[in-house]
């Protein structure tokens, strides 16, 4: 099991176990963290379930902040995109994302 | 979009006073792929059902989300687009002669006296039915809104999320925020008629149309109309601006960590829809999350006679895929018709040994 945290807008932190092989949107969703609410499923066609990769995990991990071209454009629909912005049911988890913290924008829409 | 072309009831009216009163076998909330594939499944048990759902068109997410994605997980379609398998299932239900109620949503529920079901609409219709199926995914799907403070006062007098009246736009400061194709063929419609338009974009690249891309960087070339690069972080009007409530004067945009301003009288905003809920968290029933619980042998909620299916339900191990949409609307209504028609002696039957079916499809 991998450690992710989720921090809301106020500061306040989710700590939940994430399988190696689900997607950090899966991992949300079954531990109910507020702010992600993954309309589509994870089929990338909506942008709710954007998160912005803490700033010390995308330079420990610079992969964690590559968008594919269809992600890319679904962030048009999310609100202050940032370059660290990720919808959260393209990252895939692994092993080496033990510990990490992303954060949950304002309002998803 | 393409459109499917449901058929819309002449009781479609908005409401005037007394609500017009339906009765029917079922009421299915929500026309996605669930919703459309619980007409078919009630219908081979024999019974009718009235479909309601708060977009123009059936098809739900598949129609308005991702119509030309391809789906590769229904069994039988190794590929098949959004638009194509509601266009089939539209067709698979049409057996069955639902009525289809599109633009309405469901408001308030009570359970009557006879154990029936009451659900009313917002354009004023009252419909009663022993089985109320509610198969309305993530919720209604609205505008998303960004997050800006006072947004409300200004929603409806000069923000808007569609274009219902291209009049108010004229003569009119117009700023159109987004990178789809909403944004961009309103941008191009709109701009001979605005004072100055200024579409406002997060990036260079648009995930529009390219005719239209190309289209809308011909007339900026020729003075048309502006493209910023830049995200929206605010709005200014109303009395801080000497203007009465609700009024704009201008958008506050950031770019590349510059913040600056757009003047504006009017702005459209343009960043898809989400899911909402709505009224349907208020009926009662056992929730979690924005799901409801349903017995997993039968999809009832925690009230008698109001079944979940699709996204719209909980229950161990559920997945949300719309193949477990349609295992969940078949014992859905192995169930519901024994609800609807307790009298009768009900027997299971495969769909190939029903004479009705083979009459109709041969």
């Known amino acids: ?109 | 979009m393409p459109k499917q072309g449901a058929t819309e009831g002449p009781e479609n009216a908005p409401a005037t006073g007394a609500a017009k009163v339906i009765e029917t076998d079922a009421l299915i909330i929500g026309a996605g792929p669930a919703g459309l594939f619980a007409v078919f499944e009630l219908g081979m048990h024999g019974l009718s059902a009235h479909v309601l759902d708060a977009l123009p068109q059936i098809g739900g997410q598949c129609t308005e989300l991702y119509p030309d994605k391809p789906i590769y997980d229904i069994p039988g379609f190794p590929r098949i687009t959004g638009a194509a398998l509601i266009a089939r299932l539209k067709e698979q239900a049409g057996l069955f002669d639902p009525v289809y109620h599109l633009r309405t949503r469901a408001l308030g529920h009570e359970t009557l006296e006879d154990g029936r079901h009451a659900v009313t609409t917002d354009t004023g219709l009252r419909f009663i039915a022993p089985v109320v199926v509610i198969a309305a995914g993530g919720g209604v799907l609205e505008p998303k809104r960004p997050p800006i403070p006072g947004l409300a006062a200004y929603e409806g007098r000069s923000v808007f999320y569609a274009v219902r009246d291209r009049e108010q736009f004229r003569g009119r400061n117009l700023v159109i925020a987004g990178g789809g194709d909403s944004a961009l063929d309103w941008a191009i419609e709109l701009a001979p008629l605005a004072r100055r338009l200024v579409l406002l974009h997060r990036r260079e690249t648009f995930r529009a149309a390219p005719e239209s891309v190309r289209r809308m960087r011909e007339m900026v070339k020729a003075g048309e109309m502006d493209f910023v690069l830049g995200q929206i972080r605010g709005l200014k009007g109303g009395a801080q601006a000497g203007l009465e409530e609700g009024a704009l004067a201008a958008v506050i945009a950031a770019h590349g960590g510059e913040t600056f301003e757009i003047p504006a009288e009017r702005l459209l905003l343009f960043f898809g829809l989400a899911g909402k809920m709505g009224p349907l968290a208020d009926w009662g029933l056992k929730m979690e999350g924005h799901r409801f619980v349903v017995d997993p042998a039968t999809f009832q909620t925690s009230c008698a006679g109001l079944y979940a299916i699709g996204d719209a339900c909980a229950y161990p191990g559920k997945l949300n895929l719309i193949l477990s949409g349609f295992h969940e609307a078949a014992l859905m209504a192995h169930h519901a018709v024994s609800r609807a028609r307790p009298e009768e002696a009900h027997t299971f039957m495969h769909s190939t040994s029903m004479a009705l079916l083979r009459d109709r499809l041969g």
């Open chain 1, 1 to 109: 099991m991998v450690k992710i945290t989720f921090i809301d807008p106020d500061g306040k932190k989710h700590e939940v176990e994430a399988e190696e092989g689900t997607t950090l949107m899966e991992a949300a969703i079954r531990n109910m963290v507020p702010g992600i609410d993954a309309d589509c499923g994870g089929a990338c066609a909506c942008a709710t379930c954007h998160v912005y990769v803490d700033p010390a995990w995308a330079e420990r991990l610079p992969h964690l902040l590559q968008r594919s071209e269809t992600e890319e454009d679904m962030l048009d629909f999310a609100f202050d995109v940032r370059e660290n912005s990720r919808l959260s049911c393209q990252i895939k988890i692994t092993a080496d994302m033990d510990g990490l913290v992303v954060h949950v924008p304002q309002q998803q829409g």
